[in-house]
C-alpha cells in the first residue's frame, strides 16, 4: 500500500460574532493583537457582525504555532475564534 502524503495548506483566524463584546472593543482588539489599522480593524469587526464571523488573516501552515498564540491572545480578550484550513 503506498503511502499518503499529507498536503498542508494555508489555515485562517476566524472569528465570531457574540451578544457580549461591543463593535469598538472588538475593533481595538483585532487592531492591537494583527497590527492592523484602525479602519481596517473597523472593516474585519463590521463583517464580523454582519455575517455572523469573518476570517480576518489567513497564514501559511507552517506558521501555525503563531497562530495559535494570537488565537490565544484574542481568546483571552473574549472573542470567539477557532483557526480554520482555507
Not at 20 to 35: A, C, D, P, R
Not at 65 to 86: E, F, H, T, W, Y
Amino acid at each position: 500500500m503506498p503511502s499518503r502524503k499529507v498536503v498542508k495548506g494555508p489555515i485562517g483566524l476566524l472569528i465570531f460574532n457574540d451578544e457580549f463584546n461591543h463593535i469598538k472593543f472588538v475593533t481595538e482588539v483585532i487592531s492591537q493583537t494583527l497590527g492592523y489599522h484602525p479602519t481596517q480593524a473597523f472593516q474585519c469587526a463590521n463583517l464580523i457582525h454582519e455575517k455572523g464571523s469573518y476570517m480576518v488573516k489567513s497564514f501559511p501552515y507552517k506558521e501555525l504555532q503563531k497562530v495559535q498564540l494570537i488565537r490565544d491572545i484574542l481568546v483571552n480578550s473574549g472573542l470567539a475564534v477557532k483557526i480554520i484550513p482555507v
